[in-house]
């Protein structure tokens, strides 16, 4: 079965609020990546983070990696109706495979 | 947007009736994905491709196979379609497997009465 789990499920923010979703693992993960569907589209690659305690950044995303690999975070600073979707993390099953989804965190946005 | 064309885009069929689902790709990618996606699951592996005739399952292959014969196309088929497979199916490319981004298609709308 799904070896991440994703916290919260659902998150509504007005915005400007910040917002961060978690993914956790039972077990230390190689690699992990980030995506991003809109509503009624397909998943887009966000990031991907493959470094202990590695942090990124991509204009008001900030994506963590913890230190013993196990979890990772994104948080979005002063969000915008245009973040409005579900984000998925994937972990990477082996080297070389395939990516396994945690069940997405799904964000609405209020103005 | 990677080139990946998913065929049929939505598709209404019967309980019992054999369905294949198409994915072209144009990026000579290695790997390719077939995931579905319902509410409350995410995005589950159904199976996948890293070659040519190379093919492994992944979490809920039951009730599916899958066939490459050439890079471009991976075909997703289910033998006797039911109505649990009622699901959105997305296709996936990657160039080297899972350390490597993936993209997907447009998704293919599947509803089995």
């Known amino acids: 079965g799904q070896q991440v789990m994703q916290i919260p499920q659902y998150q509504h923010v007005q915005e400007g609020e910040d917002f961060t979703t978690y993914c956790n693992s039972s077990t230390t993960l190689s690699t992990i990546q980030w995506y991003k569907q809109r509503p009624g589209g397909h998943p887009v690659f966000l990031i991907q983070l493959v470094k202990s305690g590695e942090v990124k950044k991509q204009k008001r995303l900030t994506f963590q990696f913890g230190e013993a690999k196990k979890n990772s975070s994104l948080h979005i600073t002063a969000t915008q109706t245009t973040d409005v979707g579900t984000y998925f993390c994937?972990?990477?099953?082996?080297?070389?495979?395939?990516?396994?989804f945690g069940k997405g965190t799904t964000l609405s946005v209020s103005s | 947007d990677a080139g990946i064309t998913q065929s049929p885009r939505h598709k209404v069929t019967e309980t019992g009736t054999p369905v294949t689902l198409r994915c072209h790709q144009t990026e000579n990618h290695r790997y390719m994905y077939w995931y579905r996606q319902d509410p409350g699951h995410g995005l589950r592996l159904i199976h996948y491709?890293?070659?040519?005739?190379?093919?492994d399952k992944g979490e809920v292959s039951d009730g599916y196979s899958v066939s490459r014969s050439k890079t471009e196309d991976f075909l997703l088929t289910l033998e006797s379609a039911t109505s649990s497979q009622t699901s959105v199916y997305f296709c996936?490319?990657?160039?080297?497997?899972?350390?490597?981004?993936?993209?997907f298609g447009q998704g293919t709308r599947l509803t089995v009465v």
């Open positions: 491709s890293y070659g040519v005739k190379d093919t």
């Open positions: 996936a490319i990657s160039e080297s497997g899972s350390d490597t981004e993936a993209f």
């Open positions: 994937a972990e990477v099953l082996q080297a070389g495979t395939a990516l396994i």
